[in-house]
């Protein structure tokens, strides 16, 4: 493989870490503390890890400090004691904040766009690159070969 | 050399066309994102009923209370004395307050969320008393079932309980003049 093409992989490689690496870093698993955490607690770390604080950028109801944050966590371990289920307490903030609140979208209408868009970016990102490596390698290939070949004559001409 | 130069400025190339646009598209959509509120978050509520809740006054006295004020279109603001917009629309709710207390076909109720009494009331005695009741919402659960997220927060509730309209930031005349039409207050 040529030296341009090996770079070009490694490129995309590098590139692509962030979108493998980033959910495993943002999972509740990494976000709870190391010491011993009983049923009740591991299910507040989950869901709070789905929900978006309402008042932060960006930032769920377990990473923020916020009061408000704070509060909604209360909320969700009162919901847990009282025995519902993980989808009713998500329920309850999205009935109240809409999508908002959910750190992932649900794919539904036009939230479709948030999960097609990279992909096709991805794919038309790729199509330029293999047509880009692609038209440099018949440019250096027409480099190579010489652009006017000599007749008898010329090799004639240059016999001293 | 004409001719190689005429054969390249022919070449047309669809997928560059396509890509081209689709880059412009998307320039054109982030342009108009950074136009908008990343903060703003569309109310929930606007359609449905008032959610229920029954609030201590924030002057110790009775109760403040969902149930009680259905029947007549209904004003709710949410604030608090470290809402440093709220000071914004403070005299124009007291100014409205005074009006709806002459009048029996609108009414206004505070919601004083996450807030103390003893602030609550340091706000009141610098920018002037509220004409109207406020219930406490310390915890801010009241606040939660109205997907309350910034205050100043104010919700306009029709005759049948049904939030008609939601404001968030300081109220202007304007502002208030529109929603309380929503509700069917003329004023």
């Known amino acids: 493989m040529r030296p341009r093409r090996i770079l070009a992989m490694v490129l995309v490689a590098v590139l692509a870490v962030p979108t493998v690496v980033a959910p495993v870093l943002t999972t509740p698993a990494l976000a709870q503390p190391v010491k011993q955490q009983d049923a009740v607690d591991s299910r507040v770390f989950a869901i709070g890890a789905k929900l978006r604080c309402p008042v932060c950028q960006s930032e769920t109801i377990l990473d923020s400090h916020s009061s408000s944050a704070k509060e909604m966590l209360r909320i969700v371990r009162e919901q847990i004691e009282a025995g519902r289920s993980d989808a009713e307490i998500v329920g309850y903030f999205h009935d109240r904040y809409g999508d908002y609140v959910l750190m992932q979208p649900p794919a539904r209408g036009a939230n479709h766009v948030l999960w097609v868009l990279p992909l096709l970016i991805l794919l038309l990102g790729g199509f330029w690159l293999a047509r880009w490596l692609g038209r440099s390698r018949r440019a250096a290939a027409a480099q190579a070969a010489p652009a006017v070949a000599f007749t008898e004559r010329d090799l004639e001409r240059l016999k001293l | ?187």
């Open chain 2, 1 to 187: 050399m004409t001719v190689l130069a005429q054969s390249q400025a022919s070449k047309v190339r669809p997928w560059k066309l396509v890509l081209g646009g689709i880059v412009v598209t998307m320039l054109a959509v982030l342009a108009w994102g950074l136009t908008r509120d990343p903060s703003y978050i569309p109310s929930q509520l606007v359609g449905r009923s008032v959610p229920a809740f029954a609030l201590p006054e924030l002057n110790g006295k009775g109760t403040v209370a969902a149930d009680e004020l259905r029947g007549t279109p209904l004003v709710i603001n949410f604030w608090a004395s470290w809402c440093v917009s709220c000071r914004a629309e403070h005299a124009l709710l007291t100014g409205f307050g005074r009006e709806v207390a002459t009048r029996d076909d609108v009414r206004i109720v505070g919601i004083n969320y996450r807030d103390a009494p003893a602030a609550a009331a340091r706000f009141q005695d610098e920018l002037g008393a509220f004409s109207y009741r406020s219930g406490q919402d310390p915890s801010g659960r009241t606040g939660i079932d109205f997907g309350v997220y910034g205050l100043p927060e104010t919700f306009f509730i029709d005759r049948d309980g049904i939030v008609m309209a939601r404001h968030v930031g300081p109220l202007t005349e304007a502002a208030l003049k529109h929603n309380l039409s929503l509700i069917g207050v003329t004023r």
